[in-house]
């Protein structure tokens, strides 16, 4: 079923939500003011909140070193994860997890991972667990193109299609595994065509349209609801920064990026909800100025959180 007015203004709310949070932290990063490295999701909003908006209570997501906007997609607060990411005690992981271990569980967030392609297992793990409740849940996992590359991905596909897990491979082709292109690392164009050696659905979408990634995901995560197992679903889009803050990016042209950036799913998505007279034009702008204000508030509670204890050095390291 097609969303509604609201739910729409909410997905557009959530995309800028992420563009403002990022590129809050890329400023702050560059300031010297946050610690460790962060990898940033500028540009590929769409895909987390085109997949995350299909999502319920039961379902689970995994993420990946990039995993900001999964987290703000899934319904995370802006203020703990800003808080985590400056290694203060009120973030989600009370400062000790930073910006690639961010976790939320009752959210449904397993967490974000700096091992590459570490998600794929955790999700199908997930899956199981949903499918032997039988609790109509179902798991999630973004991964990269590179990612698709391991031993993981294919460990995973296989198993969950044996197993016909409710489990929906999320691919996010943004092109490059870190500085290599996909055309030097992978002697196919579609990812998805890697479906067919397990037997499962391979989708292929335009992951900077947050309308076309949506219904991809509703329908195999409908398909998964049902018994009929997963599906790995392409989303083809683009980052728009580097790697990695203070990334030289030499190995892409400045043409290629600002041609990628005439596509942005955020300008896409709200042409598009003007064209079709689901919102105006003031609508648009106060809910640009209620993130922009969210994430103003986001630093604030972040900068007055303490730093943890030396006490707390192993609390929720180990358990019995």
């Known amino acids: 079923m ?50 995350c908006s299909n999502l319920g209570d039961k379902d689970y997501i995994a993420s990946t070193h990039r995993g900001h906007g999964h987290g703000i997609a899934r319904g995370a607060s802006v203020e703990k994860m800003m808080a985590e990411i400056f290694g203060k005690i009120d973030g989600y992981c009370k400062g000790k997890g930073g910006s690639m271990h961010i976790a939320a569980v009752e959210l449904g967030f397993l967490g974000a991972n700096g091992i590459v392609g570490a998600g794929l297992p955790l999700a199908a793990g997930a899956a199981f667990a949903n499918k032997y409740l ?66 499962i659905p391979g989708v292929s979408v335009d992951g900077n349209d947050v309308m076309a990634v949506y219904e991809a995901a509703a329908e195999a995560i409908k398909r998964a609801r049902a018994g009929e197992g997963p599906t790995l679903i392409e989303c083809k889009t683009y980052r728009f920064r580097g790697h990695f803050e203070g990334d030289a990016c030499v190995y892409r042209s400045e043409e290629e990026v600002n041609e990628w950036k005439k596509k942005c799913p955020i300008q896409r998505f709200g042409t598009s909800l003007l064209e079709m007279n689901i919102a105006s034009r003031e609508e648009l702008d106060a809910i640009s100025a209620e993130v922009k204000e969210q994430i103003k508030n986001a630093v604030e509670f972040a900068r007055k959180s303490p730093y943890p204890d030396v006490s707390e050095l192993t609390t929720d390291v180990y358990c019995d």
């Open 134 to 199: 039988k609790n109509g849940g179902v798991a999630v996992c973004f991964f990269g193109d590179g990612a698709s590359n391991r031993a993981t991905f294919h460990e995973a596909l296989n198993l969950a299609s044996i197993w016909k897990l409710p489990v929906i491979f999320v691919c996010e082709n943004n092109m490059y595994g870190i500085s290599m292109s996909q055309e030097r690392h992978q002697n196919i164009n579609d990812i998805a065509d890697r479906a067919v050696a397990y037997g």
């Open 2 to 51: 097609a969303p509604n007015k609201e739910e729409m203004l909410d997905m557009y709310r959530k995309m800028l939500l992420i563009r403002e949070f990022e590129e809050t932290v890329a400023n702050l990063f560059s300031q010297g003011q946050i610690p460790g490295f962060v990898h940033l999701y500028v540009g590929e909003e769409a895909v987390a909140v085109g997949v």
